[in-house]
């Protein structure tokens, strides 16, 4: 199967890209600079198109653009972390909404999204795919708009399928250095003392990005589940005893400065992903 990947030189993107091969499947991968895209391990194994989507011309048929591919992982995204940027709202939607119908338009029947669990929003306690979405971030917004918009032309013209996969917590290798453990690799390196975080109380569910990638290839090479899908592992845990694993795992010790940093504004202080659905996929694989 031939399958575009775009943001292919992202955290995820690299991972999934990879293990898609492992599959043997022909893969177009695209990103807007190709200078990253040459030092990914995996370039010489597919074919690279570079696409800046913020140079999205609509008189361009982007189905033939990216050599006819059967189906597309959407994994670009621009200006993250930053979730509060009304950026999301006011480039990024457009310009996905647009790029992803002109798909359409040109006949790509098979398509796999991802969204975020900030989709969710405030709500608290175990999320399923059939809750209310209350986003209340600007790069939420524009996630669930997208969904929308999708689940609406799908509605409309039923003329492709689609994956709408909402990835929770994920961390490895690649991570943007100022997430979690990058902070904390980088304290450890440096024989740090002490490791400021914050309480460390909130309840998160985390995934390594390798098994995040799997479950990405196997819900896009399947079709019998669509719609929303969590992306998560099910399973609550503090981000205190989440360091801790950590730390166990890699015999190294630090102490915690618990409390240095404030509780997240714009998340739950408990939540985690139903993976019901997900563990449908994997059991019909």
């Known amino acids: 199967m031939k399958i575009l990947v775009t943001g292919a030189t992202g955290f995820i993107g690299n991972y999934v890209i990879q293990e898609l091969l492992r599959h043997g499947h022909t893969i177009i991968a695209t990103s807007a600079h190709k200078e990253n895209a040459k030092l990914a391990p995996w370039y010489n194994q597919v074919k690279y198109i570079a696409f800046d989507l913020s140079l999205f011309d609509s008189s361009v048929n982007y189905q033939h653009f990216f050599d006819n591919p059967n189906m597309v992982i ?91 996969i909402r990835l929770f917590y994920m961390y490895g290798k690649g991570q943007n250095p100022n997430s979690l453990l990058s902070q904390l690799k980088t304290a450890l390196a440096k024989k740090d003392k002490e490791f400021n975080m914050s309480g460390g109380e909130q309840v998160r ?4 990005v390798e098994k995040v990638a799997e479950y990405i290839v196997k819900t896009a090479l399947q079709n019998k589940f669509t719609g929303i899908i969590n992306c998560c592992s099910g ?22 400065n ?13 939540f985690w992903g139903d993976a019901t659905k997900l563990k449908n996929i994997l059991k019909n694989e």
């Open 74 to 164: 959407h994994l670009a995204w621009e200006g993250l972390p930053d979730y509060k940027s009304l950026h999301h709202v006011k480039a990024n939607l457009p310009g996905h909404v647009a790029f992803l119908n002109n798909l359409v338009e040109n006949g790509l029947k098979d398509f796999t999204i991802t969204g975020t669990c900030l989709e969710y929003g405030m709500q608290e306690g175990k999320l399923d795919e059939e809750m209310e979405t209350l986003p209340s971030t600007a790069y939420a917004v524009a996630k669930d708009n997208l969904r929308k918009f999708l689940q609406e032309l799908q509605q409309q013209q039923k003329s492709f399928t689609l994956k709408w």
């Open 205 to 208: 569910d985390f995934l390594p």
């Open 235 to 256: 399973q609550p845990v503090t981000v205190k005893q989440f360091v801790n694993n950590y730390l166990q795992h890699k015999k190294q010790t630090i102490k915690l």
């Open 258 to 270: 618990l409390g240095h940093y404030p509780y997240s504004d714009y998340e739950p202080m408990a």
